[in-house]
């Protein structure tokens, strides 16, 4: 406690060491009055600074701050403020207010910092941006030669150097009294002359007491090595406060620091105000319109720079180059504040600008022609629109269709039809003579067609060759626009059957080499069906196309007899009848020749494979061979194409088909070997397709046990053992397992399930190779009390019914 208090006083201290008003605060000893705002950093890196030399925290004193009075706003702005500080520290973006800066040159100079606040009230107005960017200071360039008038004054640091027979170099500030002092020469007044003045002066004192400086044999150099601050103050701006700045800095770098001018200030009657007069008035727009830098003045101690209100400012809105608010001085007109605006953009309508004006008791609106524009003055307040030129065309005419540049062109009167075809530089070779069409837009706003007869036109009759108008469209007909496209179709045994487009002596040869040439399975026997074409309906005639067979030479794409082929004839090229490529089977497992082997009949059947496959080994399991075939495309889409009148919600389809395609992939067929070998023509001999695998298991005594039990495992097969003995010796089901849906797996493929009557259970037998998997018991919503209690209610009133009803 001893720590905080200590630490608090030290704390506080320090906080009121640089204001008057916070000196009073603690000599009362109440807090209640300060008021962080006006703390500037130096402070806050001061207290920062004490806090971290005593190992404490801001929010370690903040009950202490409490009970003298600080109220809790104004500790949380300075909590606010310090961290914002640290911050600010750790990222590199803040330094000290003054802070000492070298050049390449060597000079110094203390260098300013203030942190730029983006203005977004006030954007819109000309010139913000100038004050906003960091990276804009107008600070003066250290690497140039010294001012030959610039003022020395106290704080000015001066290098002087004696240099050949005699050496002498030291640095010299000039003392609060305007003095600096060289050794052996002794004190010289510089303050308030110009440096050359200066240098003058200290060659002639020096060489009064070097006599080879006095011979010329030694030279004296004076130079500027560090400059001083000053003391300005801003009125006026975003920031106003007094400012120290560098004694070689302008208006601009002094405006800058102060964030410009603020939300009512001028920037076109800004005062430099020395001695208690008007030194200068600056007006920030001959910088920002022309460049001119003759308003960027230096400044001297006590330099007042006051912004005062604006007095005239108007707003620009549309098509300018640089919409905004401008500020108008007496006796400046439009075309001035178009300039600022720097003019018009490429979509703007400058006949005439709209205006809307303020009277003091409404709006008025009041429209500035373009022979006005040097002589209307802008009124506070106006609001200028630019509005956009038309959309629309003054000489514009058209031509499209069979001309070879078809494109808009330009429009002048006495224009005729002839005219505008010339110029897109002709009628092309497909152009339809007889027929042109002009689409034209009357007077009220409704079009109407023009025909033109185009040979008459083109032949010099004037009657033909119509006069034009603004905004004409001549459409020139081609005489492909009349004709019907006609297709034909070729199908069947040819690599890429289609529908083709057809022309005139096409014949079956051309088509079928367009067509890729016919395939291998391809027969003699071409059918074609041709349309019908008659001028009468003929009731009689049932037919509604022309068929019309013929046979090729199937071996060759170049027939002999070279078919003509008409509009829209559907060619089928037949398969021969007997084309069917090899097709497998597989057989794996306990056999002596496992691999594939072909079908070598239509129906091939289990026991034959197994035969060619050299039988069954003596270790192969014949309870458990089983025929695994691949589940085809169209079964998967059969169960897609079932209607079962489910909700829209329901994915009951959708999930069936994506297990049969994604997990299951094939469906098993068991295969009784045994009933087969002593009759082949049992149900179990079925007939192979291509694709199937049959698998003839490895003898295995084990019987596995899965699912939801204690221990999955596979205890050795004992004849005689019950289904309920295996599952016992894997440790029962657990908690989740649901016994008596328990089933077993046979090793060719069969399922069996437990049985329930009654209250008797049936078991599956068991055999070796088997598997027995106990399922998970689906997952019950148990009621709640709300809904025990809620049946109950129900029940009770069902008999106080009842036995009202029987009274």
Not at 248 to 277: D, M, Q
Not at 693 to 710: C, D, F, H, S
């Amino acid at each position: 406690m001893k720590k905080i208090t200590y630490v608090l006083v030290l704390f506080f201290t320090l906080l009121f060491s640089y204001s008057v008003k916070a000196q009073d605060i603690l000599k009362s000893k109440d807090l209640s009055s300060i008021q962080v705002d006006y703390l500037s950093d130096d402070d806050l890196a001061k207290i920062s600074a004490q806090l971290r030399s005593n190992n404490t925290t801001i929010e370690q004193v903040e009950p202490m701050a409490l009970s003298k009075g600080m109220s809790k706003l104004e500790f949380d702005k300075l909590k606010a403020r310090l961290n914002e500080y640290s911050q600010k520290l750790n990222q590199g973006l803040d330094k000290p207010k003054i802070q000492e800066n070298k050049n390449e040159s060597g000079r110094k100079q203390e260098k300013f910092f203030n942190e730029k606040v983006k203005d977004s009230i006030n954007a819109l107005i000309f010139g913000s941006e100038l004050f906003d960017n960091p990276n804009l200071n107008f600070e003066p360039d250290l690497k140039l030669a010294t001012p030959v008038n610039y003022i020395l004054g106290p704080g000015d640091e001066l290098q002087i150097s004696i240099y050949g027979v005699q050496e002498y170099n030291a640095s010299m500030s000039v003392s609060t009294e305007g003095k600096i002092s060289i050794q052996y020469v002794g004190q010289i007044a510089v303050a308030g002359m110009p440096i050359e003045a200066a240098t003058q002066k200290i060659k002639a004192a020096i060489a009064k007491v070097y006599s080879t400086v006095r011979s010329g044999q030694s030279q004296v150099s004076v130079s500027l090595s560090q400059i001083r601050t000053i003391k300005v103050t801003i009125v006026g701006g975003k920031q106003p406060g007094n400012y120290s700045i560098s004694s070689l800095a302008t208006v601009y770098n002094a405006l800058h620091l102060a964030g410009g001018p603020g939300k009512n200030g001028s920037y076109r009657n800004i005062e430099l105000i020395r001695n208690n007069k008007v030194f200068r008035n600056i007006d920030i727009y001959r910088f920002l319109v022309k460049g001119d830098q003759s308003d960027n003045v230096s400044l001297k101690e006590n330099d007042v720079i006051r912004i005062p209100s604006y007095t005239n400012r108007v707003t620009v809105e549309g098509e300018v180059k640089r919409p905004g608010i401008f500020e108008m001085k007496k006796g400046e007109n439009f075309s001035d504040l178009l300039n600022f605006a720097s003019g018009f953009n490429e979509f703007a309508y400058t006949a005439s600008v709209n205006v809307v004006q303020k009277t003091g008791k409404e709006f008025k609106v009041h429209d500035i022609k373009e022979e006005e524009y040097n002589s209307y003055q802008p009124q506070s307040g106006d609001v200028f629109r630019i509005t956009k030129i038309l959309n629309r065309f003054q000489n514009r005419i058209k031509i499209e269709g069979a001309v070879f540049r078809p494109d808009y062109y330009s429009f002048n009167d006495g224009m005729r039809v002839s005219d505008l075809i010339t110029r897109a530089e002709g009628l092309k070779e497909d152009a339809y003579s007889k027929r042109a069409r002009i689409i034209r837009l009357k007077t009220d706003l409704t079009t109407e067609i023009v025909n033109v007869d185009l040979n008459a036109a083109l032949s010099g009759d004037l009657n033909a060759d119509l006069e034009l108008k603004r905004e004409d469209i001549l459409t020139v007909y081609s005489i492909l626009d009349f004709r019907e496209e006609y297709k034909i179709t070729i199908d069947g045994e040819i690599k890429n059957p289609g529908v083709f487009d057809y022309f005139e002596n096409l014949t079956l040869n051309d088509l079928i080499i367009q067509a890729g040439g016919l395939t291998g399975s391809a027969s003699k026997r071409v059918e074609i069906a041709r349309m019908v074409k008659s001028d009468v309906i003929n009731d009689s005639d049932p037919k509604r196309v022309e068929l019309l067979q013929f046979e090729i030479s199937s071996d060759s794409n170049e027939q002999a007899k070279n078919f003509i082929l008409n509009p829209f004839d559907v060619i089928n090229i037949r398969r021969i009848a007997v084309y069917e490529k090899p097709q497998m089977v597989t057989i794996s497992g306990a056999v002596v020749y496992p691999g594939k082997y072909v079908l070598e009949n239509k129906r091939e059947t289990v026991y034959n494979v197994v035969m060619r496959a050299g039988g069954l080994t003596s270790v192969a399991n014949i309870e458990g061979m089983k025929i695994q075939r691949p589940i085809r495309q169209d079964q998967i889409d059969k169960i897609k194409s079932i209607d079962l009148n489910l909700s829209k919600t329901d994915t009951l389809n959708d999930k069936l088909a994506k297990k049969l395609e994604n997990d299951l992939k094939f469906s098993t067929i068991p295969v009784n070997w045994e009933k087969i070998v002593k009759n082949k023509n049992h149900y179990s001999n079925v007939t192979l397709f291509p694709g199937d695998e049959i698998i003839i298991a490895t003898y295995n005594e084990g019987v596995r046990v899965t699912g939801n039990v204690l221990l999955t495992s596979e205890i050795p097969y004992r004849k005689g053992k019950s289904f309920k003995y295996y599952i016992n010796s894997v440790g029962g089901v657990d908690s989740k397992g649901w016994r008596k849906k328990a089933y077993i797996i046979y090793p060719n493929g069969k399922a069996d399930v437990t049985k329930s009557f009654l209250f008797f259970r049936s078991y599956p037998n068991v055999e070796p190779d088997s598997q027995i998997v106990v399922p998970e018991k689906p997952e019950t919503k148990k009621m709640t009390t709300g809904e025990w209690v809620s049946i109950g209610s129900v029940l009770t009133s069902l008999a106080l019914l009842i036995i009202t009803a029987f009274k």
